[in-house]
């Protein structure tokens, strides 16, 4: 399968500080992303979905404030969790999909903590 | 009722053992089906899809999907320790490659594989 490369693995920060979690397809072109949030023995919990050029699309719920997200080209997308509160520790997964009607593949995952 | 319910374990069996994952879904529009297999502090693997009635056999790994009763299953023969994982069953609204928009997990069932 392709490859998605999903950076850094794991990240402390203070609280109130802002963390930017970067997602790259390696191998292909990423036309849409998903961003997913994943709280310790829960499920995983779609955050939003971002197209390359456009604003994301964010589910009901998740503050587009706070967690800013741009897919300026066709290979990245960044979500930034700005003032980060303890709260906000989870486990963050980014996916990408290339094109409309194929799967999506699966970032290494960023473990978040604040501190 | 959440939309995709799967026991949350643990389900023990010993090594060389079928072990059997279940999964119920609420939604009679959901047309594609999906099993990730996922290790403590990692994102999901994509083990196998299903979008029709019936069985589905990939090595040592068989899906099995009933629309009619709202279920699939999976089966795992001869399981190995390494197999021991949270397994994740997610269903999709759209065709069997269909957008990861709609993907909805449920909590997944924890699997230990005893030696």
Redesign the interface.
């Given at each position: 399968?392709a490859v998605v490369s999903?950076h850094p693995s794991r990240v402390i920060c203070k609280s109130g500080t802002s963390v930017k979690i970067e997602c790259r397809s390696l191998d292909f072109q990423a036309t849409?992303m998903?961003w997913y949030r994943q709280f310790p023995?829960?499920?995983?919990m779609?955050m939003a979905?971002s197209n390359e050029g456009s604003k994301a699309t964010y589910e009901q719920g998740v503050e587009k404030d706070k967690f800013l997200i741009n897919h300026a080209s066709l290979t990245l997308s960044t979500l930034t969790v700005t003032s980060a509160h303890p709260e906000d520790s989870s486990?963050y997964?980014c996916?990408a999909?290339h094109k409309?009607?194929?799967?999506?593949f699966?970032?290494?995952?960023t473990?978040l903590t604040v501190v | 009722q959440k939309e995709?319910e799967q026991n949350?374990g643990p389900l023990s069996v010993p090594e060389g053992a079928i072990a059997s994952l279940n999964c119920t879904y609420s939604d009679r529009g959901s047309q594609s089906f999906f099993w990730y297999r996922q290790y403590s502090?990692?994102?999901?693997?994509?083990i196998m899809?299903i979008y029709s009635n019936g069985d589905k056999e990939d090595g040592r790994f068989t899906a099995q999907l009933n629309k009619a009763s709202q279920y699939v299953s999976l089966l795992i023969r001869d399981s190995q320790p390494s197999d021991s994982a949270t397994y994740?069953c997610a269903v999709n609204l759209?065709?069997w490659?269909?957008?990861?928009?709609q993907?909805t997990?449920?909590?997944?069932t924890q699997l230990t594989v005893l030696p």
């Open positions: 399968g999903q849409t998903f023995k829960q499920s995983l779609l979905t486990f997964i996916s999909r409309m009607n194929t799967e999506a699966f970032g290494q995952g473990r | 995709v949350s502090g990692k994102s999901p693997e994509l899809f994740l759209e065709g490659r269909g957008s990861a928009r993907l997990f449920g909590s997944g």
